[in-house]
């Protein structure tokens, strides 16, 4: 219903937001959503970040890796 794109940055590039979930007597569901997708965003890109660097410092024995 709502859908986030952040980039590795951890910077929002863009909300859409369904027109059929916009309520204006259920604003507080809006701002539930809005949290649920940008927090979900967040962990996707950091996940991603993760695994990235996974990828390039797996193979060096790096102490605390």
């Known amino acids: ?6 980039t590795g940055h ?3 590039r863009s909300i859409e937001i369904k027109p059929e979930v916009v ?8 701002q539930d959503m809005l949290v649920a997708a940008v927090n979900q965003a967040i962990e996707q890109s950091q996940a991603m ?6 990828g390039l410092t797996g193979g060096l024995n790096l102490p605390g890796f």
Not at 23 to 30: A, N, Q, R, S
Not at 49 to 54: D, F, N, P, Q, S
């Open 1 to 6: 219903m709502v859908r986030v794109v952040i």
């Open 10 to 12: 951890q910077r929002i």
């Open 23 to 30: 309520d204006p007597e259920d604003i507080e569901m809006l």
């Open 49 to 54: 970040a993760a695994e990235r660097l996974e």
